[in-house]
Structures are given as C-alpha cells and as structure tokens.
C-alpha cells in the first residue's frame, strides 16, 4: 500500500532539548488528537514521504495516530464520515429546557428578552410528549436534559415538575438519566444545589463569573443594577466547602465571559479562586469570548488572535496558582447539537428550536431557526432544521472547515455563526502550536516548567 502524510498534523517549530542535545518538534495528528515527540532528522523524511528510511517502531506509531495514512484516502471525506457515523449512532438522547424567560441579571451582552413567561402545563405535556416520540425512531441508553437560561433556576417549578416524568420516561426506555444546569448562580443556594444534585438528577453544573468582583458588577448585575458577584461566591463556598462535596457527584465548572473590558480581570480571578483553595474543588475554568446574539455584543471580543495569545497567559496563571486544566482539545465529531436531527430545544413559549442561541433574541423570531410551537400541535414543528446540514456544507467546501487541519478537533466551531457570516474558529486554531509548546514543557520538566516556556 502507497501512503502520504496527514493533510491533518500539526507540527511545532524546533525546539531544544538541553539533555540530548538534539533538536525536537511536536507533532499532534488532529485526526485521532494523539501527539508525539519527533526528531528533527524524523521530521525531515517525514517532510520527504522516505518511507523507507523510518524506523518500524516509528512508522507504526506514526500509522497508529493516523498521522501517516493511505495515499489514495480523501482525507475530509472520512472526516466527515466519522463525524456523520457518531451522530447517527450516538445512543443519547441529549434535549435542553429552557423553563423560563425571566433572568435576574442585566447583562450589557446579552442579546435575550426576558420576561416572566415559564413552561406551563400544556407546553410541558407536549414537550413531554414530543421528547417521548423520539423513542419511536431509534433505540437510546441515555436521556440527558440541559436546563438552560434566560435563567434556569428562576423557573425551579418546572425543574421539579419535569424531571420525575423525564427519569420516569427514561427508565421505561432503559434509559440512565442526567442532567446538567447551565446557571448565573445567584440562585444556586447551597440546598438548592443539593435538591438538584440528589432529587433532579444534576451531574454537571455551570455558573459564569466574569472577573472578580469590581468587573464582574460592572457587567453582571441585576436588571436594578445590584451587584452579584458576593452573592454567587458565598454560594459557591458555602457549596465546596461541605465536606461530602465531591461524593455527592456533581461537578461545577466555570465559565468566564471576556471581551476587552473586563479580560485584565481574568488573572485577578484565578488569584481568586486560588487563594480560596478551590483548585481542586472547580471541575474546570474556562475563559470565553463574547459571542453574537444577532446583536453586535461580539464586536466588542478581542480579535481571535489577541484572545488566543492571552488565552495561554490564562492557562499558565492556572498552572502557577496550582489548577492543572487540560489544554489540548480531542476530537470532535459531534459540533453542538444543532447537527443532530434528535436534539431540540424549547423555551418558556413552547417554541422549538435547533440551536441553544436563538430563544428569546428578536432577530431570530420568525426566522427558520424557529422550527415551530407546541402549541400548535407536534405535528407542525418544521422538519426542516437549517443547521443540520452543516457537515454537507463543510464537505462541499461551502466554509473554510473543509480544508483546515483543525477540523477533527474542532467539528467546525459553530455552524449559525458560518451562516451569519461570522467566523466560527475557536481560540485552539490560533494558539495550536503554543498549546503542543506548553505540551512538551509539561511532559520533559513538570508543572514548575510551564512557567518558563515563554520567558
Ligand atoms: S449553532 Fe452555534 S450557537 Fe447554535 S448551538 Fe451550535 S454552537 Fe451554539
Ligand atoms: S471553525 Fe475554524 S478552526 Fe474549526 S474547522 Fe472551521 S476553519 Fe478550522
């Protein structure tokens, strides 16, 4: 068999190895998301396609993480293919709620409309009925439910009405059943934290803090203009610090929103949290860019790159104030759920949509993203989701997914802002090769060497 290398590696510059003295690269096959540690002299006969002069051990290896393959294989096409194979045989059945419009916060980015509307008892039923149906086409093991904003715990009383019928409806499938919570945290009291965790079935739970206090009431404050930040840190702590935290099995992340107002405060947070001994109590932090809510709240995010440079600074602040966050992405075959044919999305109206971003915004009323209402009957919400298709597009070479060596690992960003003109690339396209950097720092010298990579 004839073979040529990946269109899919990523290789680092040269980089010194003062024990062996000899020059190194880091080479990471986004294909499988394996790395390995090359020589320079290896690097060249790979450049070269000399088969013939690889080491055995070194061709296996290098066929083993698809960084090698068969030279007749159209790359992007198995891409794709993997990707399309995932969804189609994915046994979960993942589907997001969106209980109320109402949110207690004001955030300046946030391109919702909020409103005291909540799920009522018609809308639960067909929701319930419409999650139910799903069943009839494919056979699950898993029933996940997202709670998302507007602000999920605001709507509470339908978390506790909904989920006994959604655990209730999974077991007669033979179904496991979890679900996550996607929240402000203002709410989040410790035994309502508890109440999801061992009555809701809550593994995983999400609250965004945009800095430390100052910042963070800049932005985050109530719809009043009151600020937040003590408030959903004293309920943080009051959650970490019970002593059955970690059996009770549900994670808390961190979500951090930046754009050029507030991304100084990043560090100061981590400092933050640090000092509070948290590392080990924050399943993981993470720093995001303001995205667009048809709203122009994006054009405030720094540009892609100056968020990826800073993006590394943040992660080795983690590493000296002792988090150990990973940072190289795997692979991603499956980009959100608006790939999916099975996952939707309802909101406090009874609407249904295809994507977690468009509920409550303006723009997207009476748009296609609005597949339908279940109000007016299952039987007329849209067959037609105008995301589904992305992965199509990608392989017709519509984005610029279809020839970027990110691919496998990033699944193409996200396809509504493709749509909207808006490029989609996350910060690992342009920090790739520092991450491979930081990589091998860790792997050669430990934690205390991330440090001094960049020095
Ligand atoms: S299309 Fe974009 S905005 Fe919508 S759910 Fe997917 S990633 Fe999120
Ligand atoms: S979104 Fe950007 S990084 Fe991801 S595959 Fe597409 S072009 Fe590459």
Redesign the pocket.
Known sequence: MKFKLSHYNIVTDSLSDEQSESTKRVLFATRTAKSMVITNRLYDKLQREAWDELAPNDFDKLLAIEAIVPQSEVEVKTIIERNQAKIKDDKSLYQVIQPTAMCQLGCGYCGQKHSKNQIGEIASERILERVESKFAFKEYNHLSIAWFGSEPLVGLAQIRDLTPKFKEMAQRHNCTYDSKVVTNGLSLKEHIFVELVKKHGVTKIEVTLDGTAEYHDARRHTKAGLSTFNLIFKNLLDIFNRPDFKTLGCTISIRCNVDERNSMSVVPLIEFLAAHNLQDKIEYFYVAPIHSWGNEAHLLSHEKEEFAKNEIDWILAQYQNGFRPGFLPGIKPVVCLSVTPDSEVFDAFGNVFDCTETPYVDVYANTEYVLGNVHNGLSTISKHRPLLSFNDE?ANNE???ST????PV?????PKS?REGI????S??FNIKEKLMLFYALKKKGVEALAQVYE
């Open positions: 990608v984005y610029p997914c970027c060596k990110m691919l990033c699944g193409g960003g996200c493709w490029v989609a690339c996350p690992n396209k």
